[in-house]
């Protein structure tokens, strides 16, 4: 289970540091991803804190930023319908301890990388933040990436990150469904893989 681990290193090493350009159609979506980066930046750059601590604030952030249980629905799919609330509540917990400890260790990447939005627009109900991931004093790295976020009443969250057309929630899906389909459906080893993982 590596592609939402890849999510989160993504918000760790790429989303911190960050210079934004503000596009012209969604300010309020372009203005969230801007005070994301520089809350990280704060957190991640603090030398005064320990590393325990500064775990503690980022995951709080983090938190705070992505609706987490959309996003765990949407990736086990049909199979949550067919999970029983004991089997639900169980998985919830074990999916935000895996997405958290997927990025815990990660939190000292950096190399330079900064983020300029170029744009946004809607994609039915989320706003996609367009932005390009660039290395200060190189011309060579440039990656697009994509925010859908969802904003309900100003309440704006992250659901998924698209880097260079491919889906991160996307992905996860697919490997949390394959998982599935090779071991009977059965979401309760898809929990103990999960939390295995995890550890």
Same mark, same amino acid.
């Given at each position: 289970m590596i592609n939402f681990k890849l999510l989160n290193s993504i918000l760790v090493l790429f989303l911190t540091f960050a210079s934004f350009a503000y596009g012209n159609d969604y300010?309020?979506?372009e203005q969230f991803v801007n005070k994301f980066a520089d809350q990280a930046i704060e957190i991640l750059s603090n030398e005064d804190i320990a590393e325990n601590d500064k775990t503690s604030r980022f995951t709080e952030l983090v938190m705070n930023s992505i609706d987490l249980n959309l996003v765990s629905k949407f990736v086990l799919s049909k199979a949550w319908k067919n999970s029983t609330d004991d089997?639900?509540?169980?998985?919830? #917990? *074990?999916?935000? =301890?895996? %997405?958290?400890?997927?990025? +815990? $260790?990660?939190?000292?990447?950096?190399?330079?990388?900064?983020?300029?939005v170029v744009g946004s627009e809607a994609a039915g109900k989320y706003i996609i933040v367009d932005s390009n991931?660039?290395?200060?004093?190189?011309?060579?790295?440039k990656v697009n990436l994509k925010w859908r976020l969802i904003n309900r009443d100003a309440d704006i969250k992250i659901i998924d990150l698209n880097i260079?057309?491919?889906?991160?929630? #996307? *992905?996860?899906? =697919?490997? %949390?469904?394959?998982?599935? +389909? $090779?071991?009977?459906?059965?979401?309760?080893?898809?929990?103990?893989?999960?939390?295995?993982v995890s550890k």
């Open positions: 300010i309020q979506e089997q639900k509540e169980r998985y919830l #917990i *074990a999916f935000k =301890e895996y %997405f958290i400890n997927s990025y +815990a $260790n990660k939190l000292d990447q950096y190399s330079g990388e900064k983020i300029q991931i660039v290395r200060e004093g190189t011309d060579t790295l260079e057309g491919i889906s991160l929630v #996307i *992905a996860q899906r =697919e490997e %949390f469904q394959s998982f599935l +389909a $090779n071991n009977d459906n059965d979401i309760e080893k898809l929990i103990d893989k999960i939390i295995t």
